[in-house]
């Protein structure tokens, strides 16, 4: 048999300790955000760094940052074929409310072909699924193109050190193109490949009024209160068709070319199925876009929280002397996040009453990225997917960000990839996470047959 034909049999045959291992691999609580679970981050890693071992990599070890540690392999010794250096992150967000989990988040338990845990989806399932491919191709030949792992555990607080990192071993990290394994297909039994990212800017904004609470009874309707003009300068931020109000937040947006419409059209989607997934009774936004349009390929900004004054149980009567809010904003091809902080100064040095004290902090950012649909290695990811699925790929663009895609075009000069088995209603970074071990299964065989495309 070829080696194609005999990694899949090993594939196949090798599920329940496959099973077994992604178990151990969940059963790790390795969040990034909390610094009691510093050695968590540290035993996730290494048990990734003993699984690239197993693969026969010439070189695997722990890149240290001040921060958590990169796992790094490599195996360049296939002269003349691609470079493929394959991204993915071993942290996990938290996992409270614990009480809203039907089980426990590290006791990964597999119910009706899910495996709830956190990190099932998001993404501990999707760099298991590919190490299992290579090892699989491995146990029959050598790997038919060269490869690099940069396994990050810092992806869900930014990457806070990544981006340095690349910084300084741009020649270390130099590849034909980057397979990032952070991504999903569209539906059970429906492959799909994300083919553009939002990019994101995150800040917080402080308002003060006076330099301490004061009493409502006594100073209510003489002075200004920062809760009701904080809300104000929410409400202006969004016109009556749901346009975004800083000062030339649409100036580099492009306009949506009818052939990109047409193709999100033919997305097997309903409005109705969006009401179900987010759990609301109205859909809003930018007049003038569907609902995939606003997501995909149409920039937006939220506020994500809001706070100040009060808010205990039972009642105090004062008025608050600052008011907080957090917002984003989620930006798409062309539109540099770098430019949103002096957008948002423009409006408030506008809009905020004077004699109000204000303060913006500027928390993350990253930029969106649009991939080439027509280039030789999504049409080898197109092809993969087609003989695992045995239907045609749909491409859709993605409203999230994955802003470490983005960079690496820029520092790396290279495209990427998205090809990952994760489905929309997987509960990532909400309680009661799961991934259908269906697409992990599936996912397995779908890289092998990718890495035979791409070596030829």
Not at 21 to 42: A, F, G, Y
């Amino acid at each position: 048999m070829s080696q194609l034909e005999s990694a899949l049999d090993y594939a196949r045959a090798h599920k329940d300790e496959h099973l077994a291992e992604l178990v151990d691999l969940l059963s790790i609580p390795s969040v990034s955000t909390l610094p009691e679970h510093k050695p968590d981050i540290r035993r996730c890693a290494e048990w990734l760094k003993a699984q690239l071992e197993s693969l026969g990599l010439s070189t695997v070890e722990l890149k240290e940052t001040p921060g958590h540690p990169i796992v790094y392999g490599e195996w360049l010794e296939a002269p003349g074929k691609p470079t493929v250096l394959v991204y993915g992150h071993y942290d996990v967000q938290p996992a409270d409310p614990f009480n809203e989990w039907d089980t426990p988040p590290f006791e990964p338990t597999v119910r009706d072909d899910y495996i709830y845990a956190r990190g099932a989806s998001d993404m501990k399932g999707q760099i298991f699924a590919q190490i299992k491919a290579l090892q699989a191709l491995t146990q029959f030949g050598e790997i038919p193109f060269n490869i690099k792992y940069l396994i990050e555990g810092e992806e869900e607080i930014g990457s806070e050190n990544l981006e340095d990192f690349i910084d300084n071993n741009i020649d270390l990290l130099q590849c034909d193109f980057v397979l990032n394994t952070d991504a999903g297909i569209y539906a059970k039994g429906q492959p799909g490949i994300t083919y553009s990212l939002r990019g994101l800017a995150y800040f917080e904004i402080e308002l003060r009024a006076h330099q301490k609470d004061l009493h409502s009874g006594r100073f209510g309707g003489t002075v200004l209160n920062p809760i009701h003009e904080l809300s104000k300068l929410i409400t202006g931020l969004h016109d009556a068709q749901g346009r975004v109000t800083l000062p030339g937040f649409y100036d580099k947006v492009r306009d949506l070319p009818q052939e990109e419409r047409d193709a999100i059209a033919q997305l097997p989607y309903s409005d109705e199925d969006w009401l179900g997934m987010s759990g609301s009774k109205v859909l809003g936004g930018e007049e003038g876009y569907t609902t995939l349009e606003r997501v995909g390929v149409r920039p937006c900004l939220d506020v994500n929280g809001i706070w100040g004054g009060f808010v205990g149980e039972g009642a105090k009567t004062v008025l608050p002397a600052v008011a907080h809010c957090k917002l984003s904003t989620r930006l798409v091809a062309h539109q540099n996040h770098r430019d949103i902080p002096a957008m948002l100064e423009a409006y408030l040095k506008e809009n905020v009453p004077e004699g109000l004290d204000w303060s913006l902090h500027d928390h993350s950012g990253g930029p969106g990225s649009t991939m080439d649909r027509h280039s030789p290695y999504m049409k080898a990811a197109e092809d993969a997917l087609r003989t695992t699925y045995g239907k045609e790929t749909l491409f859709s663009p993605e409203g999230g960000s994955i802003p470490v895609v983005g960079m690496m075009q820029e520092k790396l000069d290279s495209d990427s990839i998205l090809l990952g088995f994760a489905l929309p209603d997987d509960g990532i970074h909400g309680p009661n996470e799961r991934q259908y071990l269906p697409n992990t299964f599936t996912g397995i065989e779908t890289y092998i047959h990718y890495m035979m495309n791409v070596g030829g």
